[in-house]
């Protein structure tokens, strides 16, 4: 029984009746007040109706329903947020991750933590295995050099968007009296500097102590690096000081905002089933997805030292889409680490330097020297593949029509030792001589211009 008239006024309350007793509702969106509405039940439904009324501002024609069935509204406010998010997000017993920050522990490495390096002399860098906020590692700086400013710095580039609030959070601890800073460098899609923001980190010798500051991300910018660091202005100092448990994330709710059209709606919860609920058994055979919308490419594996891959792969900005691809246009080879039989893996491809292209996905990847690819090249489209190391050229070919700057998707239907590769959508080729019939997924560029990769998925359906 929602609203009415109290003798005197107008209301907009909401209550229900358990069969004793009735019971105020909360409701974060409801009519207005009024009175004299029309109300129904749809016994069908199990909704209750109303319609119309008088409220303060005059006769109103609005229609309602109770409960609102909102679709995605899992928390029954009436309204689809962050919480419905976070309501998904928890039934799979997962929630999407908040820090774009590489082995942000420190816990991963082997003569030295992923991701990070010294970045200036005059100090003693230590990966401490006896100190640790969390986990079982943390970085240390000892022995600084007097006029010295010295830090630790992330390898790689971390990709951001423009527009957004973002927050830096450090934990410290340390037995110096050097003063501490975290600094947020930024730069376009060139590489070039735009800006940087830095802030202390007070600490003592013995807590470890959180500091965090919002970031200011400035027009232009596409990617940052972090620094952690002392600056000692004068004689030498022979204590230490320890990091731990770096965080850069999205500040506020813009962060599950994740097909970032200003809105969180229900399309946020599907994608966030979709990304991150890897225990829910709908999911249309969907084995693994990655659109590389939270920034990062964490899991992809870049295969180093062999002869075709030289190339760092990192993740960047393309028109205010996040795409993969190797820096520099460079040759490189990246997969990712999980095997499957009978799938289908597609991604979709685009050339943004010039009509010279260069761009394969591979398939049934065992090791360096044993996988297979479907690769289109100067408008030539073929199946090739190293087994034991000796290339395979050529397997199946065709000629395919390849512009610049043109999404294209890439596809292969694996069944057996048949491989099906197709071309937005239309078969090109087939071969049926395939040596193994499970393995890994990967992407490649073998040289030469520019390509970018995105919306990489491996279906597995029963057929």
């Given amino acids: 029984m929602p609203l ?27 009519p207005p007040a009024k009175n004299d509405h029309s109300m129904t039940y749809d016994s069908g439904r199990g909704k209750v109706i109303l319609f119309g009324g008088a409220t303060n501002t005059g006769a109103s024609d609005d229609t309602w329903e109770y409960p609102c069935s909102l679709f995605g509204d899992l928390d029954c406010d009436c309204d689809v947020d962050v919480a419905d ?8 017993h997962t929630l999407p991750p908040r820090n774009f920050v590489p082995n942000s522990s420190f816990e991963n490495g082997t003569t030295s933590p992923d991701g990070w390096h ?18 079982n590692r943390s970085i240390r700086i000892s022995n600084v050099k007097g006029h010295h400013s010295v830090e630790w710095e992330t390898t790689d580039f971390i990709a951001i968007k423009a527009g957004l609030d973002y927050e830096a959070s450090v934990w410290i601890k340390g037995t110096s009296s050097l003063e501490a800073y975290c600094t947020v460098s930024q730069y376009d899609a060139n590489g070039n500097h735009i800006y ?13 102590t959180q500091s965090t500051h919002p970031i200011r991300i400035y027009p232009g910018t596409t990617k940052v690096t972090i620094d952690l660091g002392l600056n000692n202005p004068g004689p030498d100092d022979t204590e230490s000081v320890w990091f731990d448990d770096v965080s850069f994330s999205g500040a506020g709710d813009h962060l599950y905002d994740l097909d970032h059209d200003g809105d969180i709606d229900i399309v946020d919860i599907m994608l966030v089933v979709a990304r991150w609920g890897d225990s829910c058994e709908d999911t249309n055979g969907i084995a693994f997805e990655d659109d590389f919308e939270d920034g990062n490419a964490y899991d992809w594996v870049v295969e180093k030292g062999w002869w075709i891959c030289t190339a760092d792969w990192e993740v960047v900005l393309d028109d205010e889409n996040f795409v993969y691809g190797p820096e520099n246009g460079n040759g490189g080879l990246s997969w990712y680490d999980a095997s499957w039989s009978n799938y289908t893996y597609e991604a979709r491809i685009k050339f943004p330097e010039g009509a010279s292209n260069d761009a394969a996905i591979i398939f049934l990847w065992q090791n360096e020297d044993n996988w297979y690819g479907f690769r289109v090249k100067d408008g030539l489209a073929r199946i090739f593949g190293f087994e034991g190391g000796g290339e ?32 937005d959508g239309n078969p090109v080729l087939e071969y049926n ?14 040289g030469g211009p520019l390509v970018y990769f995105d919306d990489i998925k491996v279906t597995i359906e029963e057929r």
């Avoid at 998010?85 to 799979?92: G, K, P, T, Y």
């Avoid at 940087?196 to 807590?207: A, D, N, Q």
């Fill in 118 to 135: 010294p970045a200036l002399a005059g100090a003693d860098y230590g990966w401490d295995d006896s100190v640790a906020h969390t986990g």
């Fill in 392 to 423: 395979r050229d050529g397997l199946a070919s065709a000629y395919v029509a390849i512009n610049p700057d043109q999404w294209y998707t890439m596809r292969i239907v694996l069944q057996g030792n048949t491989v099906q590769a197709y071309l």
């Fill in 196 to 208: 940087g923001i830095g802030f202390s980190l007070p600490y003592t010798s013995s807590v470890w």
């Fill in 433 to 446: 001589e395939l040596k193994w019939s499970s393995g890994a997924i990967g992407v490649q560029n073998d």
């Fill in 4 to 30: 009415g008239w109290d003798g005197s006024n107008r209301l907009d309350d909401t209550w229900e009746y358990n069969g004793t007793d009735w019971v105020q509702v909360e409701t974060s969106n409801s």
């Fill in 85 to 92: 998010i976070m309501e998904v997000a928890s039934r799979w």
